[in-house]
Structures are given as C-alpha cells and as structure tokens.
C-alpha cells in the first residue's frame, strides 16, 4: 500500500503574548466594501463525493517478472456517513455502471483507500453498503494506465504563511507543491518529465475544474477560489515519466471577513464587520461558552449590512464565549498581532465580559507540538487549555493548573486549530498550525 508523504514530520509554533486587544476597533464597519453574493455548493440526489484517484503509475510485478499498471485511490471513511461499507465500482464499455471484480472478487473495504493493479483505462467510483444512504454513489474518477516504467516515490504540498504572506485558509493565500519520480529498474530519480496543473474542486460533488495558467510549482489562491478546495495534478510526459499524481489542500479557501464587538452587555452585542453582508440569521452562527456549549441567540437585528445586534444572555460563569459562523465562502475573523510584523487573521471572534482585564505585558506563554504531545510553558498559572480543531469538535479540554506540562494529543489530523488559554491574569486565544 502506498501513502502520501507531506508536511507530517515536526511542525511547531512558539509564541509570545504582547499586549493583544481582543475588541480593536481599527475600521469604520462596512468600510472594506460588501462580499459579493455567493451560490452555494449542492449535492446531487443519492451522491456523496470525496473520492480522489491519488495516483496512476507503476510498480514490478510480485507475481512474476515485468511491471504492472497501479492505481491508488482514497475516499472517506463510509461511517462518516453510517454507511457500514463501501464497493468498487467501475463504467463498463455500454456506459453502465457495474460492481468491479479484482480476481474474480467484489473489492469492498470499511477504510479509506483500495490500491490494486489495473489494465485498462477506467472509470471508478464507490457505492455505500448499509446504513440510510445505502446505495448512495460518488463522484467518479478516471484512472489512466501508464505505460512508462515510472512510479512517484515522493510528493509534498507547502500551505504555509510563508510563500505569500496570507494565512491559509484565507483568499491571497499560497500553495506550492512539488513531485518527484523514479525509475522501477534502478530506482533512480528522473529529471524533469512532470506537468503541474491546478485546479478549483467543489466540495459538494468533487468536480475538478482547471484554473487557467495554473501551470507552475506554487499557486496563489484568488477571490474566485472562495469556497473551492485546491488541488494540484503532476502528470508525467508518458516519455520519461509516466502516469500521474495529485494532492489536494486541506480546506476550502475562505474570504476574511474581520469584525470587533461593541455595546457588550449580559444581554447581548453588537457585532461589527468590516465588509458588508446581504444578512445574517441566528443560523448562519454559533455561540459558545467557555465549556464549549452552545448558548442559545435570541435575536439577531441587522442595522446596516455590516452591523449586527444580537440579543443574548450571558454570564461571568460562563466567561468568556466565542463567536463563529460557518460558510463554506467567508468567514468572521478577529485581527491579531505578536509584536511588529506578525500577526495573522484568527477565525471567529472571542467575547470576554471582562475584556478590560487584559493580559500584562510581560505575560508570556510559549507552546509547540512535537509528534502526538502539545508542551507549553507560562509566565503565569494556566487554570485551563482547550484545543479546537477546524470542524469546531475540541479536542483537549483540561485544567492543568501550573505554569508548564505536556499534553497527549488524540488522534488528529494536520491543520489550523484554535487554542484558548485561561491564565490568572485573564484569557486569550489564539490559532496554531500543526
């Protein structure tokens, strides 16, 4: 079985908290224009997507002498959609769509991924076996017999702040990739011989789409992206290199969207946004509490397209909650800064009652992920840490009560996650990427 190699070895963040104002009015709302209106993503009846053909190439044959055609492909899990099992399918020469047979065998799996060998150019996709979407199907993808004696021994997607200046997942950010590949008869590395295409995938049905003069090793995303996952195809010049390979980015690409609250009360808020929106329903948000509970919004009244008022109870015992909304195009975020020249757009919005009761100064709090352990070290008694992952799920919740320890992860995947810190002099929260 193969694996896709990327960014999974060490990545670490080290920060120092410099007086950082969670409420900085520095924009007059409405005042960065409107977003533009947005058609949102749909399924089609009885679908599912997810399914991505990895790679097409070559391996030696096991079995006897000579090499053979692979194909490796992954899907979700069919329990993320109760499903108990998925089966391979594949488009016969009369356009119809058939369980495909490996062997003589039906190829189903309760996993993630089928690699096997192939002989023909193909059509694929997967049918979910159980549970309410019993016989729901995905998109399909089109597998490619090479002919070249090639494989792709390696393949690396960059997301990182570094290559543009704009932090993922927002508009103006970048992505570089890169894919090297080697010969089967020596396993020595073949120079040149790849293409690079990009290419804007819906999330709803995984239909791929090419981005015109997308052809280089490092893309920047624009505000047509918004919405779209990326991905990136290597396809070899079936002369020196054969087949081809891709790897798609983690998320959506999202609009920034920055906002600060004002007239906070224990009754409610106004949330003030630096674009214009058409609306903003109870809906399109979600309020937590410090315990991550979900708080209950009464109202919500739109007094210009970029301010808001909410109506809501709150209470110091709950102190301090977090503000978010969830479309798949933009999103609300808070402006951040650690000192002169870094900072960074952080997803949603903190709400402390106690607000004017800001971190000293010289309150420092340091933290890095090596492998499966998050480790921190503080200036000040942290009373608690909570870890929330892109999907909103926490996963680290504990009250550690001293100024330094190490924390086991659960399983996890690599990403942007929130982190909240409760010190004695007061709360921040902040994104790390892992």
């Given at each position: 079985?193969?694996s896709?190699?990327?960014?999974?070895n060490l990545?670490?963040?080290?920060?120092?908290f410099?007086?950082?104002?969670?409420?900085?009015?520095?924009?007059?709302?409405g005042?960065?224009?409107?977003l533009?209106?947005?058609q949102?993503?749909?399924?089609e009846?009885?679908?599912?997507?997810?399914l991505?053909?990895?790679?097409?190439?070559?391996?030696?044959?096991?079995?006897?002498?000579?090499?053979?055609?692979?194909?490796?492909?992954t899907f979700?899990?069919?329990s993320?959609?109760?499903?108990?099992?998925?089966k391979?399918?594949?488009?016969?020469e009369?356009?119809?769509w058939?369980d495909?047979?490996?062997y003589?065998e039906?190829?189903?799996?309760?996993?993630?991924?089928f690699?096997?060998?192939?002989?023909?150019n193909?059509?694929?996709?997967?049918?979910?076996?159980?549970?309410?979407?019993?016989g729901?199907t995905s998109?399909a993808?089109?597998?490619?017999v090479?002919?070249?004696?090639?494989?792709?021994?390696s393949?690396?997607l960059?997301?990182?702040?570094?290559i543009s200046?704009v932090?993922?997942?927002?508009?103006g950010?970048?992505?570089?990739?890169?894919?090297?590949?080697?010969?089967?008869?020596?396993?020595?590395?073949v120079e040149?011989?790849?293409a690079?295409?990009?290419?804007?995938v819906?999330?709803?049905?995984?239909?791929?789409?090419?981005?015109?003069?997308?052809?280089?090793?490092?893309y920047?995303?624009?505000e047509e992206?918004?919405?779209?996952k990326?991905?990136?195809?290597?396809?070899?010049?079936?002369?020196?290199v054969?087949?081809f390979?891709?790897?798609?980015?983690?998320?959506?690409?999202?609009?920034?969207?920055?906002?600060f609250?004002?007239?906070l009360t224990?009754?409610?808020?106004?949330?003030?946004?630096?674009?214009g929106?058409?609306?903003?329903?109870?809906t399109d948000?979600?309020?937590?509490?410090v315990?991550?509970?979900?708080?209950?919004?009464?109202?919500?009244t739109k007094?210009?397209?970029?301010?808001?008022n909410?109506?809501v109870?709150?209470?110091?015992?709950?102190?301090?909650?977090?503000l978010?909304n969830k479309s798949?195009?933009?999103?609300?975020?808070t402006?951040m800064?650690?000192?002169?020249?870094?900072?960074y757009?952080?997803?949603?919005?903190?709400?402390?009652?106690t607000a004017?009761?800001?971190?000293?100064?010289?309150?420092?709090?340091?933290?890095?992920?090596k492998?499966?352990?998050?480790?921190?070290?503080?200036?000040?008694?942290?009373?608690?840490?909570r870890?929330?992952d892109?999907s909103g799920?926490?996963?680290?919740n504990?009250?550690p009560?001293?100024?330094?320890?190490?924390?086991?992860?659960?399983?996890?995947?690599?990403?942007?996650f929130?982190?909240?810190?409760?010190?004695?002099q007061?709360?921040?929260?902040f994104k790390?990427?892992?």
């Amino acid at each position: 079985m193969k694996s896709i190699q990327s960014m999974q070895n060490l990545v670490f963040i080290c920060l120092t908290f410099i007086s950082l104002s969670i409420y900085a009015n520095d924009f007059v709302p409405g005042e960065g224009g409107s977003l533009p209106s947005f058609q949102e993503f749909t399924s089609e009846e009885g679908k599912i997507a997810g399914l991505m053909i990895v790679s097409c190439d070559r391996t030696n044959y096991f079995l006897s002498s000579g090499t053979v055609a692979e194909v490796y492909m992954t899907f979700p899990y069919p329990s993320e959609f109760e499903a108990d099992s998925a089966k391979l399918q594949y488009e016969n020469e009369n356009g119809q769509w058939a369980d495909y047979l490996y062997y003589n065998e039906e190829l189903t799996t309760d996993g993630d991924n089928f690699c096997f060998y192939i002989y023909s150019n193909t059509n694929f996709r997967i049918m979910l076996m159980g549970g309410p979407k019993n016989g729901y199907t995905s998109n399909a993808q089109l597998a490619i017999v090479s002919n070249v004696d090639t494989y792709f021994s390696s393949s690396y997607l960059d997301e990182s702040m570094a290559i543009s200046g704009v932090m993922s997942p927002w508009t103006g950010r970048g992505l570089s990739a890169e894919f090297t590949a080697k010969k089967l008869s020596d396993y020595s590395e073949v120079e040149g011989g790849i293409a690079y295409q990009w290419y804007r995938v819906n999330p709803a049905t995984y239909e791929a789409a090419p981005i015109a003069n997308a052809t280089g090793q490092t893309y920047i995303t624009t505000e047509e992206d918004a919405g779209y996952k990326i991905l990136v195809r290597g396809t070899g010049d079936e002369v020196t290199v054969g087949g081809f390979y891709q790897m798609i980015s983690w998320g959506n690409t999202l609009y920034s969207n920055k906002g600060f609250i004002s007239n906070l009360t224990n009754t409610g808020f106004t949330l003030n946004l630096y674009k214009g929106i058409d609306n903003l329903s109870i809906t399109d948000v979600t309020l937590y509490d410090v315990d991550y509970n979900e708080v209950f919004i009464d109202e919500i009244t739109k007094v210009s397209p970029a301010i808001y008022n909410f109506r809501v109870n709150l209470s110091i015992d709950k102190n301090p909650y977090f503000l978010e909304n969830k479309s798949s195009f933009w999103r609300i975020c808070t402006e951040m800064s650690f000192g002169e020249g870094m900072g960074y757009l952080m997803e949603g919005i903190s709400i402390d009652l106690t607000a004017t009761e800001n971190l000293s100064p010289t309150c420092k709090f340091k933290v890095y992920v090596k492998g499966n352990t998050l480790y921190y070290q503080s200036t000040d008694i942290v009373e608690k840490i909570r870890m929330i992952d892109s999907s909103g799920k926490c996963i680290i919740n504990t009250n550690p009560g001293k100024t330094s320890g190490a924390i086991n992860l659960p399983e996890y995947k690599q990403g942007f996650f929130m982190l909240q810190i409760k010190q004695r002099q007061g709360y921040k929260s902040f994104k790390i990427v892992i």
